[in-house]
């Protein structure tokens, strides 16, 4: 008796503590950046802001539309959202997303493997603990997720985004 009352206060600690897991995973890894979408019917052009959810990939994306808010219609949308996107609407593309398992998140590779013709108007920000972690062949930005230095990489980001914009003038 003593052993079947262990073996039932062990399984009732086991579902809690999975529990207590999925409900972290789903907070963590699962939940998504609120959509955005600034339009002004007095402007023609587009850009594309498609982010990860957590703190400095989100500052980035609204220091990007905040910088943006009056010279083009935009999109802020999540990085899993990027299958429903035509890239051919916008006349340029931010990507700023934090590594999943040591790699760029696969919706984000799917995107940019389907719409390679696409890739020269788009500019991506990789953020990792270090700072150091990039997409191989992607001329990209790359920050660490605990810099304090939001401004630094909103900039980073603005500048890369205007030298597409000038080629396409």
């Known amino acids: ?37 600034i339009n002004n019917p007095a402007l023609e052009s587009k850009l594309l ?31 899993s959202d990027l299958s429903e996107i035509a890239p051919e609407n ?23 493997d389907v719409f390679k013709k696409f890739n020269d108007n788009t500019v991506i920000l990789a953020t990792s603990s270090g700072g150091s972690s990039q997409t191989d062949d992607v001329d990209g930005i790359s920050g660490g997720k605990e810099s304090e230095n939001v401004q630094f990489y909103v900039k980073e980001g603005i500048t890369k985004m205007n030298l597409i914009l000038d080629t396409q003038k």
Do not use: R
């Not at 498609?50 to 999540?78: R, S, W």
């Open 1 to 37: 008796m003593k052993n079947l009352k262990e073996f039932l206060i062990f399984i009732l600690f086991a579902i809690g503590l999975s529990l207590l897991f999925a409900v972290w995973y789903n907070q963590e890894f699962l939940a998504k950046v609120e959509s955005i979408e």
């Open 49 to 79: 802001i498609a982010c990860t959810e957590g703190n400095f990939p989100e500052k980035i994306g609204h220091g990007i539309l905040d910088h943006y808010k009056n010279k083009y219609n935009l999109n802020l949308i999540d990085i």
């Open 90 to 112: 916008y006349e340029g593309i931010f990507l700023i997303h934090t590594w999943e398992k040591w790699n760029p998140p696969p919706d984000m590779v799917e995107f940019m």
